[in-house]
């Protein structure tokens, strides 16, 4: 699926009055022009690309231009700037726009060159920075308390980064197949074993068996290395993911006008890494799908085969926005450890990890326990 069919690479220009300062109103999350102040936003990515078209008619793999393989490393290239015929050289390593030094153009690059660096479409900045602050200041006013004293002595809420980070969407068109054994409770009554009481059950055990197609829409993962390693940052990981879900159906086709202000990740894996964790996530929706026909099995199902195949599947790349505040929190023995606070910059949900006082936190667990066993003598007292 070509996503950059007639996307332009270079100078933008405001389709009224052809100014070229062009910037995101983060207020919006429409371009604005920087001179007569008229705002418009990008094409929607849905009807660009035809993602509407219905789940059950996926055949084979598609994939956007944006999430196709990534061939090159190279993350250097040079542009001719339109307005003035200067070469400029933009490093899309950490950006994928540059201003010409001569005319002060802001050029950019919108086709998908084949290192990951531009994906099909992208999901503006919504949330403006400042309400951004206001979330993350609330989000660490509450955890106060137990936060360590040279984290809140040093907490700048202002210092936070606004990060396109890149995930891929997903829709999948399946058919799932499981059976297993359920059972059902007829009665439960109590007999006396000697001197005890014990509970049994009868109960009726059926094979159970279901099967049916699963759509999957806009199925939502990352595809930077860094963040799916769970080892390295399992935390930066579990942040993220519950900051989800993303409204992707309101992507944008990718337009390197949005970026201006912010740092953006480059995607560094491709579909068939993460074909695997899409089956996964898959099968996880079938199964939970399944369970709403199975309520008169109360004692519940076991299923001993399950089989999702996949008949076809739609994979865009995409950049998501969010508002990060991060510290690296200085450890006695020298080693460092990058505490996060993420607000989705689409909705504000917001989530992230303090540094704690561990001293304050032991001494408050101590308190409890003592309550605790005070109140558990006076219990026994009493009783
Ligand atoms: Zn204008
Ligand atoms: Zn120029």
Redesign the pocket.
Known sequence: MQTDADAIDGLTK?P??G?TEISLNQATGNLR?G??R?EWQAVNAVEAFGLDTPIEQLRGLVLGSGATTIESTETVRTFKCSACGAEVVVDTEHSTQARCHWCRNTLSMNQQIPNGAVPDMLLPFRVPKDAAVAKIREFVGKRQFFAHPRFKKEFAPENVMGVYLPYMVIDVNAHAAMSGVGEHELRRYTVKVGDNHETRYDVEIYQVSREFDVHVNDLTVESSSGRLDQRVSANTNNIINSIMPFDTANAVRYDANYLSGFTMERRDTNVEHLMPLAQVQAGDIARYQANSTLAYYDRGVRWDNERLDVVGQRWVSAYLPVWLYSYYQRKSDGSSFLHYVAVNARTGETMGSVPINKGKLLAVSAVVQVIGMVLGTIILVVG
């Open positions: 405001c009224r009055c100014a022009c001179f007569c008229h």
